[in-house]
């Protein structure tokens, strides 16, 4: 790899990553909103859960569905058309991965914001439509069944999504350039999301927790009545 294309490639990268589309769309939709702190209301409590990056999760829970779709959609383009300009007029493959990995980290610590940035999901998402995208529902199948059926969590899910694609990434490419870039974008990731997850972590010792695990059981049971009650198993 050249030495000039390494720092370039990281650089431009970065920049492009920097770039927040959520609070881009937030100064038209939410002028005056402070976007770096959003509460969610706990289901079955009256509690709330502080996130503090900014994201397009940031913009759903304040301003609506609708632009925090049009967010996302942002943040997978901005990953993967640079990728895809890069596999193109670049050799190696490796260039890509260095990109994808720039754009993350600038995504989660923007130097146009004082680096206070989002999590880097969507753009991880974007960058792997290129390199594998059988990943994306492996990933996000296990995301949900670890968090849902064994941990029995519903914010686990939310947060713990990168973490599989090292073992898939193992299982399907072995130790690769592939492997490295995983483990890169992870620790780019969980340093971004510490906050948030100190966050959950304390909310797990609270009442307010065990009211919503509850609640949650209840629902899930109430559901599966319905289902079995259609299904004429139940009389």
């Not at 503090?52 to 901005?78: E, F, H, N, P």
């Not at 690769?176 to 906050?195: E, G, H």
């Amino acid at each position: 790899m050249d030495p000039f294309l390494i720092i370039i490639t990281s650089l431009i990268g970065y920049l492009i990553g920097s770039i927040s589309f959520t609070r881009i769309i937030g100064k038209f939709v939410l002028p005056g909103e402070d976007l770096e702190h959003s509460k969610v209301q706990i289901e079955g409590t009256n509690q709330y859960f502080n996130f503090r990056s900014v994201s397009a999760s940031t913009l759903r829970v304040q301003a609506g569905s609708k632009y925090g779709i049009i967010v996302t959609i942002l943040d997978l383009l901005k990953a993967s058309i640079p990728i895809y300009i890069t596999l193109n007029f670049l050799d190696l493959q490796l260039y890509s991965y260095l990109i994808s990995a720039s754009i993350i980290l600038g995504h989660d610590f923007p130097i146009f914001y004082k680096f206070r940035g989002g999590r880097g999901t969507s753009c991880l998402l974007g960058s792997l439509l290129f390199f594998d995208w059988v990943s994306i529902p492996v990933t996000l199948m296990l995301t949900m069944f670890i968090g849902l059926l064994v941990f029995n969590d519903i914010i686990l899910p939310y947060l713990s999504m990168p973490i599989y694609l090292i073992p898939w990434v193992l299982f399907a490419s072995g130790i690769s350039d592939f492997l490295i870039y995983a483990s890169v974008v992870n620790a780019i990731y969980w340093i971004a999301v510490a906050p948030d997850l100190r966050e959950y972590l304390n909310f797990r010792k609270t009442v307010a927790y065990e009211q919503e695990k509850k609640a949650r059981n209840e629902r899930t049971k109430k559901k599966i009545s319905k289902i079995l009650h259609k299904l004429r198993i139940r009389k």
